[in-house]
């Protein structure tokens, strides 16, 4: 058949996709908002734990004292605000701090004097990650406060060269991660829904027999998963670019690396959307594939930080190859080993191979519906 007959039976099914959608809302809307809600829930949870709200309560009003709670805020472990010591009491008790940091009366003096000082540090345990948190800030506190307090007495300091150009917060480096899982989590949405209700309403085998190629078909379900996956991607880019103020360094490398992603994952989408055969299976097993492979491919740094059996799983993990590539597009870092090329050419194969095992399962499976 030619070119132009195959473009033709594409669109075909793409628009016929497309339509049946709008025929029913509720699940366009399911599969658009359910990745915005991924971002959002994953987001709060990164914020929540980020850094430890402590009360300080200074008792010395020097200078040194004052800059010792700066230097307390400088360490980037600590949402400090300052509290009497009976507000600060009755804050830990009501779990509404992680602990209470004591700046004693006589600080400056003591400093001046060269005596000891004790520091006390009521803690909240019942969070081992904060208390670790808080036993590893404080000591770090000290040391940086003294270090520039009084420079002549430290003769051992550390100096720091960076990799990077710049540096990134756990938030604008984690958003980006999170907005990769939710194109994929659009993508295996849109794909499976369209392709599960296919065989309910027993549509999947009028398209099985019809007299075209099975890649063709596959081409046009993909597709017309996409625009709608599309909407989903756009609100995802809004949200990390607009209200979490992350802007990309290469604009053109969000596009390409997001229709790669894309295609991939819509295709993966049909393949389940075969295997199940209906929407309220989709929608879950879509979900639940999603999550454990997140958190194997390196959301949070380079997968090879990892290890040696979670990088290696990471490596089989195509989610993995896009998280590097929107990370190098977001904040120009390259996180994995194998390069930016290495990347395109992987993501590139597992949507060619993704496309045509959609495209073979359904046209198999649909004959025999």
Do not use: C
């Not at 929540?48 to 800059?67: C, F, H, K, M, T």
């Not at 004097?113 to 590893?136: M, Q, S, W, Y």
């Not at 051992?156 to 710049?166: H, I, L, N």
């Not at 939710?182 to 949405?189: D, F, I, R, V, Y």
């Amino acid at each position: 058949m030619s070119v132009r007959h195959n473009l033709r039976v594409v669109r075909a099914v793409a628009a016929a996709d497309i339509r049946l959608t709008l025929r029913e809302p509720l699940f366009a809307i399911i599969g658009i908002l359910i990745p915005i809600n991924f971002l959002l829930l994953f987001l709060l949870f990164a914020i929540s734990g980020g850094q430890a709200p402590i009360a300080v309560v200074l008792n010395d009003r020097g200078p040194l004292a004052e800059q010792f709670v700066q230097a307390m805020g400088n360490s980037s472990s600590f949402i400090i605000h300052p509290a009497s010591a009976d507000d600060a009491e009755r804050e830990i008790r009501a779990g509404s701090i992680v602990a209470v940091v004591t700046v004693p009366q006589g600080f400056d003096a003591a400093l001046a004097a060269k005596a000891p000082i004790d520091i006390p540090v009521e803690v909240n345990n019942l969070n081992v990650d904060f208390t670790n948190d808080i036993r590893r800030a404080i000591p770090l506190s000290i040391t940086s406060f003294y270090a520039n307090a009084f420079p002549q007495q430290v003769v051992v300091t550390a100096r720091e060269s960076d990799v990077q150009p710049q540096d990134t917060g756990y938030i604008p480096y984690l958003a980006v991660s999170i907005m990769v899982a939710g194109l994929m989590l659009a993508s295996l949405l849109q794909g499976s829904v369209n392709t599960a209700r296919d065989y309910e309403l027993g549509t999947a085998k009028e398209l099985a027999l019809a007299p075209v190629s099975r890649l063709t078909i596959g081409v046009g379900k993909v597709l017309g998963a996409a625009a709608l996956a599309t909407a989903s991607a756009l609100l995802l880019l809004v949200v990390v670019v607009l209200f979490i103020g992350v802007r990309p360094l290469h604009p053109l490398e969000v596009l390409g690396f997001g229709l790669l992603i894309l295609a991939a994952f819509l295709a993966i989408g049909v393949l389940v959307g075969t295997l199940v055969r209906r929407r309220q299976q989709a929608i879950p097993l879509s979900i639940a594939a999603v999550l454990p492979l997140f958190f194997l491919s390196g959301p949070f740094g380079p997968a090879n930080w990892l290890g040696t059996v979670p990088g290696a799983i990471a490596a089989a993990s195509p989610l993995t190859y896009a998280i590097a590539a929107f990370q190098h597009a977001f904040h120009g870092y390259q996180t994995s080993p194998q390069g930016l090329t290495a990347d395109a050419i992987v993501l590139a194969a597992f949507s060619v191979v993704a496309v045509a095992l959609a495209a073979f399962a359904f046209g198999r499976r649909g004959a025999r519906q």
